[in-house]
């Protein structure tokens, strides 16, 4: 089973920071990985999909990119809205089974 | 527009099953797989299996395999998932969530649309 690693798994920043996570797979998942943010108490969102695409309506300041193993979410200039929980999905085709990482908080310093 | 309604909430005691279901509105439901995804409190998220609302099949993560059933009713596009030999440990909010992959048509999986959960409380 491919394993999903997310670091760091908490950050606090600034509003106007750029706001970077990274996720890790332990077997190359080529670009099949996508993010999604979670609020407190409500249903995940699907932000970026194959690592790099933004899922319509989705603000521009996210933004995804890598493939193989490693990959990178970024919020270039985090809002207080931004306030959650994300998280990175990796997905097979063949079977088509998914996998999440663990999660990263992010918070307002 | 596109929504999946969940049912409420479920007290089972340790042993027994539960089965939730997931109410597809705004698009056609046997063309979108449907997911079914859980969160235990505090936790992360945690992919349970899909079902193929066109022809019923199924593809369940190794951890309930033997423990989880997913079917569907396609008259009243309704999706169930069903969890049995429950123990504290499946204490969770349990979603549904729709693949936007229409027909499976393209290579790319997500999840596009999801229901807001159902609260599963086991105790005894």
Same mark, same amino acid.
């Given at each position: ?13 600034? $509003?106007?920071?750029? $706001?970077? @996570? ?6 190359? !998942? ?15 969102? !699907?932000? @970026? ?8 309506? $989705? ?15 970024? !919020? ?6 931004? !306030? ?12 088509l ?8 908080? $992010?918070? @307002?310093? | ?5 969940? +049912? ?13 279901? #997931? ?6 439901? +046997?063309?979108?797989y449907m997911y ?13 299996g899909w079902i193929n ?5 199924t593809n ?10 997913m079917?569907?009713?396609? +008259?009243?596009? /309704? ?16 979603? #549904? ?10 290579? #790319? ?9 159902? /609260?599963? /409380?086991?105790? +005894?």
């Amino acid at each position: 089973d491919i394993q999903m690693t997310q670091s760091p798994s908490s950050l606090s920043a600034s $509003v106007g920071d750029r $706001v970077t @996570i990274t996720c890790q797979a332990s077997q190359d !998942i080529s670009n099949y990985l996508n993010w999604y943010q979670q609020k407190p108490g409500k249903a995940p969102k !699907i932000l @970026i999909y194959d690592a790099s695409n933004l899922e319509t309506g $989705v603000p521009s300041r996210f933004s995804g990119s890598g493939s193989g193993t490693d990959f990178t979410f970024t !919020i270039s200039s985090l809002q207080p809205e931004d !306030i959650a929980t994300y998280y990175c999905q990796q997905y097979n085709n063949l079977p088509l089974l998914f996998t999440f990482g663990p999660g990263t908080k $992010v918070d @307002i310093k | 527009q596109v929504q999946l309604v969940q +049912s409420g909430a479920e007290l089972k005691k340790p042993g027994a099953s539960v089965k939730v279901s #997931c109410k597809a509105s705004g698009y056609t439901f +046997s063309a979108h797989y449907m997911y079914w995804v859980r969160q235990a409190p505090g936790q992360g998220l945690e992919w349970m299996g899909w079902i193929n609302p066109y022809n019923g099949g199924t593809n369940y993560a190794q951890k309930f395999q033997g423990r989880v059933t997913m079917t569907r009713d396609t +008259s009243i596009s /309704t999706a169930y998932m069903e969890l049995s030999r429950l123990t504290s440990d499946d204490t969770a909010v349990y979603y #549904c969530a729709r693949d936007w992959n229409e027909r499976q048509l393209a290579d #790319c999986q997500y999840m596009d649309v999801w229901g807001k959960g159902t /609260t599963v /409380t086991v105790s +005894s």
